[in-house]
């Protein structure tokens, strides 16, 4: 019967993990989504500025854009008044609007400080989402948000399957060098401006790129900072970028270096010998020695503990020693 609800628990908490696998790529997925139609949202603005009639947007960019015209404008009226509701949407990874609602990235935010010296209200109220989510939930923003960690994670995969036939080396770079990254950068954007953040965030130049060619169609220089990411993960290690690169997963991860959730691990369960978790982490985390800076919760050691040791909770929940 013991080994019966045993059997029961690890399939349940193998179970957990594909879930948030799962739900993972499905929130980074509709976050790429979101920036697609706020993209598009730009053409519906200047649509509605220039000719407010569907008749005449057919004459002067075809049916198709007729369709996407009527489409959106009947969507936004069932909120109030079509234009005044796409107003109320808008931007990119730097700064979004939903429903009115700001959203800003701590890192745009202290660029902005540091060539400005002041922040408008509503860019400072736009912060209250990503730090409270780092605060609780920790690095969460690499696995559940970032659209850019798609593309590494593909990548990743990618690069398991090629190392059957080819050599690929595993570099690492220390944690300081996120750090220097955010510094290099707040020093330029204050010397030239912002748009340096295109070049050096992932998911930042995967938003620029994407916005340039849906709103403008045309290729944006972003788009060499995206192959360039992908090389380096590619070449150098699995989720290079995000692991050492990135400084905006290396703020939110010091910044919930205590969040209220994080990994746990069951001592009286986990096999010595067995380093599977440290394998598998993408951040390069060691649960096995209970550490959880830099976790993003993405599941990945869940799924591949051989005894399912390993749990998501608060951090005050006590585990057996």
Partial sequence: ??????????????????????????????????????????????????????????????????????????FFSIFGEPAEMAQRNGGMTWSIRIMGTPFTDPVAALSVLAKSRRWELGFALGLLAPIGLALIFGRVFCSYVCPASLLFFAIARFRRILRKYFYFPDYSLPGGFAWGVLAGGLGVAVWIGHGIWSLLLPYFALGQTLFQGIAFGSLSVSLGSLIVFSILDLCLGRQFTCRYVCPTGRLLGFMGQKSLVSIKRDATECLTSCQACVDICPMKVNPKMDETVDCSLCGECLVICPTHCLSISPRNWKTSS
């Fill in 1 to 74: 019967m013991g080994e019966i609800l045993q059997q029961r628990f690890l399939a349940k908490a193998m179970k957990s993990g594909k879930t948030l696998m799962i739900f993972s790529i499905f929130t980074r997925f509709s976050v790429l989504g979101l920036l697609c139609t706020l993209a598009m949202l730009t053409e519906y603005n200047n649509l509605k500025i220039a000719y407010n009639h569907p008749r005449l947007v057919e004459l002067s960019s075809g049916p198709a854009m007729r369709v996407f015209y009527e489409s959106t404008d009947k």
